[in-house]
């Protein structure tokens, strides 16, 4: 024996791809869950994003054209719909907790511990920011004080701004909306 290696829970795995937006992490995942059904490693990109379809199929309501594992490809697509679907599902998980654990929380950490700094509001956001090129969004849900949750997805796509201008001009709309959903409901 020369070398061994205990790699961490896979739980520890999916909260530091989520709450740090650890793109390589899920690309990582993918690929692993694809060597599993390949012939060589040079496919497994491709049978990780079939098993992934295969998963997905099995939840009502959702579609998702998947390409990879981070959904950085301009080929992957999904809705907003879809994805509330998802978190309807992962509500229904006895995972639940790790993934919701997992997503970043607003003023707390990950990529949401600078959003809602300066915002009052006694309500819990945890969300997954999502950024690529001309498209920012964010997706999660509102935990309220008596406990009522809001499920939340936001895209704003092709809005032709780069990554600073949308810092400053898309980011504070999409928290806005939030801001309004947890009033309004």
Same mark, same amino acid.
């Given at each position: 024996?020369?070398? @061994?290696?205990?790699? &961490?829970?896979?739980?520890? *795995?999916?909260?530091?791809?989520?709450?740090?937006? +650890?793109?390589?992490?899920?690309?990582?995942?993918? +690929?692993?869950?694809?060597?599993?059904?390949?012939?060589?490693k040079?496919?497994?990109q491709?049978?990780?994003?079939e098993?992934?379809?295969?998963?997905?199929?099995?939840?009502?309501?959702i579609?998702l054209?998947?390409?990879?594992g981070s959904?950085?490809?301009?080929?992957?697509?999904?809705?907003?719909?879809?994805?509330?679907?998802?978190?309807?599902?992962?509500?229904?998980?006895?995972?639940?907790?790790?993934?919701?654990?997992?997503?970043?929380?607003?003023?707390? !950490?990950?990529?949401?511990?600078? +959003?809602?700094?300066?915002?009052?509001? !006694?309500?819990?956001?945890?969300?997954?920011?999502?950024?690529?090129?001309?498209t920012?969004?964010?997706?999660?849900?509102?935990?309220?004080n008596d406990?009522?949750?809001?499920?939340?997805? *936001?895209?704003?796509?092709?809005?032709?701004?780069?990554? +600073?201008? &949308? @810092?400053?001009? *898309?980011?504070?709309? *999409?928290?806005?909306?939030?801001?309004?959903?947890?009033k309004?409901?």
């Amino acid at each position: 024996l020369i070398h @061994t290696h205990y790699s &961490a829970p896979l739980s520890a *795995i999916i909260n530091e791809m989520l709450k740090f937006s +650890r793109n390589n992490y899920a690309e990582s995942l993918i +690929r692993i869950i694809g060597e599993e059904n390949s012939i060589s490693k040079k496919d497994s990109q491709e049978k990780g994003v079939e098993k992934l379809r295969e998963f997905i199929k099995k939840i009502p309501s959702i579609t998702l054209d998947g390409f990879d594992g981070s959904g950085l490809s301009l080929q992957t697509r999904t809705t907003s719909n879809s994805i509330i679907s998802l978190f309807d599902y992962i509500n229904q998980q006895p995972y639940k907790e790790i993934i919701w654990s997992s997503l970043p929380q607003a003023k707390i !950490d990950g990529t949401l511990k600078s +959003r809602f700094e300066n915002i009052k509001s !006694d309500s819990q956001i945890y969300a997954k920011t999502g950024t690529h090129q001309e498209t920012n969004s964010l997706s999660g849900k509102i935990v309220q004080n008596d406990g009522d949750k809001i499920l939340f997805s *936001i895209h704003i796509t092709n809005h032709g701004l780069n990554a +600073r201008e &949308a @810092t400053v001009t *898309i980011i504070p709309i *999409i928290d806005q909306i939030i801001l309004l959903l947890d009033k309004q409901f």
